[in-house]
T-cell receptor, first 114, second 112 residues
């Protein structure tokens, strides 16, 4: 399976602290994406990083990608209670027959306490 | 506003009954997807479609069926052959393929 795996499964921090989540995957990719899901809602796309990029920023989000280790990390700086959600990484495939579909991990449940 | 709409939000199915979940998008996206999410689990792909009148099975297609007669619509039917259908169902769309997905708000299906 090409499914990514997030680590840790759950993370609990105080407001103002940084939150770091990791994702590992198994096969070559074109891009890796991070999504957020609030309880009982759909997923929201946060950021996409391409295989030829090593780091990307968006507001308080910083994503890194290490294709040699087949891993990525998502850093949320200065966390807020509103950041409480599940975070998923998703990878595509560079194999032509499966272009278009994403493979999602099980997610990291982040809880930010006021 | 452009977006993707799933209906109904909650759905109850009796044993042996087929039910259809609606997914409509006005984003002019070519590709559409159906995922199933169980508590504490990741998303598992049921079916996906990259163009009208064409679709492919995902990892857990048994007991489900889809159609893609219009670019905007990708309904999912949960048939009586699906023995454990209780789950949260998510529809998504994207364009071009492999760019970021836009998700609907989901349908929670419960067997009664």
């Amino acid at each position: 399976s090409q499914q990514g795996e997030e680590d840790p499964q759950a993370l609990s921090i105080q407001e103002g602290e940084n939150a770091t989540m990791n994702c590992s995957y198994k096969t070559s990719i074109n891009n890796l994406q991070w999504y957020r899901q609030n309880s009982g809602r759909g997923l929201v796309h946060l950021i996409l990083i391409r295989s030829n990029e090593r780091e990307k920023h968006s507001g308080r989000l910083r994503v890194t990608l290490d294709t040699s280790k087949k891993s990525s990390s998502l850093l949320i700086t200065a966390s807020r209670a509103a950041d409480t959600a599940s975070y998923f990484c998703a990878t595509d495939s560079d194999r032509g027959s499966t272009l278009g579909r994403l493979y999602f991990g099980r997610g990291t449940q982040l809880t930010v306490w006021p | 506003d452009g977006g993707i709409t799933q209906s109904p939000k909650y759905l109850f199915r009796k044993e042996g009954q087929n039910v259809t979940l609606s997914c409509e998008q006005n984003l002019n996206h070519d590709a559409m997807y159906w995922y199933r999410q169980d508590p504490g689990q990741g998303l598992r792909l049921i079916y996906y479609s990259q163009i009208v009148n064409d679709f492919q099975k995902g990892d857990i297609a048994e007991g489900y069926s889809v159609s893609r007669e219009k670019k905007e619509s990708f309904p999912l039917t949960v048939t009586s052959a699906q023995k454990n259908p209780t789950a949260f169902y998510l529809c998504a769309s994207s364009t071009p393929p492999s760019y970021g997905y836009t998700f609907g708000s989901g349908t929670r299906l419960t067997v009664v």
